[in-house]
């Protein structure tokens, strides 16, 4: 079955500096792998997505994520954080042969000044 | 603009009471998704939607319905709104064919049940 675990709940980083947001997946075929960022009183807004082309993803806003198949794991990295980046961010991850989304349980950014 | 829209954004209600969240996307995608969302936990999926006609339970089990009888519009129905059914309810759309586009959301409707 597949799954998503985000690691952390919370991470805090000052502005400028690097972000690094943890995902780790498990599923039984190759996967397609998303980032989702939800800004407060909104919806989920796609950031990336991995399909099984590059390993490495740009998305927009800065931020890119890599695949790593041997770790199971779909990181996702910005060089220099920014105020608005602070946001909630969803890694998902679907069978390329199944419908359903499974999504993680989010990890909220906090940017300090 | 093609998008997709939910209403009401936010709706306090008395326990008993039917209500109905609305959703609607102008992108003519054939899937569509309603997900429960609560803080600190996974998305869950309540109902989807392959097309018209075509509604499925999702994996969370809900005391809510759904129809799909125009491609554009997907509501969610509570017959009796509980306490239990507080949460935020998100809608969302994709594309059927080709590559992988990922979802598109709607801005969601917070649900109170007092």
């Known amino acids: 079955a597949q799954s998503v675990t985000q690691l952390g709940s919370h991470v805090s980083v000052s502005e400028g500096a690097l972000v690094l947001l943890r995902c780790n997946y498990s599923?039984?075929?190759?996967?397609?792998l998303f980032w989702y960022v939800q800004y407060p009183n909104q919806g989920l807004q796609l950031l990336l997505k991995?399909?099984?082309?590059?390993?490495l993803v740009k998305g927009i806003n800065g931020f890119e994520a890599e695949f790593k198949k041997s770790e199971t794991s779909f990181h996702l990295t910005k060089p220099s954080a920014h105020m608005s980046d602070a946001a909630e961010y969803f890694c998902?991850?679907?069978?390329?042969?199944?419908?359903?989304?499974?999504f993680g349980a989010g990890t909220r950014l906090f940017v300090k000044a | 603009e093609a998008d997709i829209y939910q209403t009401p954004r936010y709706l306090v209600i008395g326990t008993g009471k039917k209500i109905t969240l609305e959703c609607s996307q102008t992108?003519?995608?054939?899937?569509m998704y309603w997900y429960q969302q609560d803080p600190g936990m996974e998305l869950h999926l309540i109902h989807y939607?392959?097309?018209?006609?075509?509604?499925e339970k999702g994996d969370l089990s809900s005391e809510s319905t759904v129809s799909r009888i125009r491609t554009e519009h997907f509501p969610l129905t509570l017959e009796s709104a509980r306490p239990s059914h507080t949460s935020q309810y998100l809608c969302?759309?994709?594309?059927?064919?080709?590559?992988?586009?990922?979802?598109?959301f709607g801005s969601g409707t917070r649900l109170t049940v007092v």
């Open positions: 969302a759309s994709s594309e059927s064919q080709g590559a992988v586009y990922g979802y598109t």
């Open positions: 599923s039984s075929v190759p996967p397609y």
């Open positions: 991995y399909t099984s082309a590059a390993t």
């Open positions: 998902a991850v679907k069978d390329t042969g199944g419908f359903k989304t499974i």
């Open positions: 992108m003519g995608h054939d899937k």
């Open positions: 939607s392959y097309g018209v006609n075509s509604t």
